[in-house]
């Protein structure tokens, strides 16, 4: 009777044991389970953020940073064609201009914030012909005399000087962005750099048409 007890008592024990056990592992199967789930998911985002704050190099930031001051001074000189123009023509190129190249700008300068890079400051509200001359650097950039020029400029004498002058700084910006797609890193702004050679290559041969020079 006694031995029966006994082997009783050790076959509960055991079953609770087991269970005890199976619940244990279940557990720890389940939080270790949720845990390595996100620690991988934690370190592919990581990895991830990296990749992307790694997929640009000092020629991208170059790039953005000395175009953005090119396509703001291109802006400000189709700005001026409207009320001095005399041809539609150049007025429809001015258009087109500052249509293609503002949202530019202020995708550059969306690259630039999102890299921890400074957004270069417009400067040429602030003191006229300031922006140019510290701009001037850059190839195609005018001077602040030669905007002064363009400026007081009218008529037919407004158109040919905004063709010659627009003419010189599309090349300018051409050059710029021959040298970021040689170096750059960074697909989208070398397929900005793609676009702009593409769009202002066809525009050159516009205004050299409408020049008469070709």
Known sequence: ?????????????????GAAAFALAACGSDNGGHDTGSMNSGSSLSATASAKAG???????????????HHRQAVAMADLAASRASSPEVKDLA????GAQAPEIKTMSGWLASWGEEVPEDMSSAMPGMDHDMSSSMPGMMSSEDMA?????????????????????????????????ADGKQSPAVKLADDVITAQTAEIEQMNKMLGKS
């Open 55 to 69: 997929a640009h190099n000092d020629q991208d930031v170059s790039f953005s940073t000395e175009m953005i001051q």
């Open 1 to 17: 009777m006694t031995a029966h007890r006994r082997l009783i008592r050790r076959t509960a024990l055991a079953v609770t044991a």
């Open 95 to 98: 258009t087109e201009i500052k």
């Open 149 to 181: 020029k363009l400026e007081k400029a009218s008529g037919t004498g407004f158109d040919k000087m905004f063709l010659e002058m627009m003419v010189e700084h599309h090349e300018g910006a051409i050059t710029m962005a021959k040298a970021e797609k």
